[in-house]
């Protein structure tokens, strides 16, 4: 391999790990997850918006943008974001209970007491907030109501969750 092609090879290796770690963290074929369809349009009978915290040892990990719209584009799950700034959207065709645990399905990223997507507690458990009050159960089973605002944190350090206000228009 001359230099060349040693540093196509360096310069495409980035590339290709971060399409097979988008890859991996989004359902390739839009097929349905835990009853959420990926339907053409968003759905306008139940229309809900909550805000998700992930700090990793006292950093904020972003959730990405485009949660829920697989990489072809052509369908969105009606639990989904549009931006990286932690905003749910809950858009249904019908009314039904949605929880955490479905987000992160959606997502193809795990959750459980010792993991939260990309973050991993070391030991212990990851520390969960629902609207400021610790949470103690099962992170999956949060209902995701009008406004619930969820922060889930691997420390230490640990800080109190901010609130989340900036609800204008959601």
């Not at 998700?52 to 697989?70: A, E, F, S, W």
């Not at 459980?112 to 212990?124: E, I, L």
């Amino acid at each position: 391999m001359n230099v060349f092609q040693r540093a196509a090879a360096l310069l495409a290796t980035p590339a290709l790990v971060a399409f097979a770690v988008a890859a991996q963290a989004e359902p390739p074929t839009g097929a349905t997850v835990d009853g959420i369809r990926c339907d053409q349009a968003e759905g306008a009978v139940f229309h809900i918006h909550q805000h998700l915290t992930l700090l990793d040892h006292g950093k904020n990990v972003p959730i990405p943008d485009d949660v829920g719209r697989p990489l072809l584009g052509n369908c969105l799950y009606w639990i989904h974001t549009h931006t990286p700034d932690g905003i749910i959207h809950v858009e249904s065709p019908l009314f039904r209970t949605f929880t955490l645990g479905n987000f992160f399905d959606v997502w193809g990223e795990p959750l459980s007491p010792t993991a939260a997507g990309p973050v991993h507690v070391r030991k212990g458990t990851l520390r969960v907030y629902v609207n400021g009050s610790p949470y103690h159960g099962d992170p999956r089973k949060i209902e995701l109501s009008q406004h619930t605002d969820i922060t889930l944190e691997a420390g230490p350090p640990y800080r109190k969750p901010r609130p989340f206000n900036a609800w204008q228009g959601q």
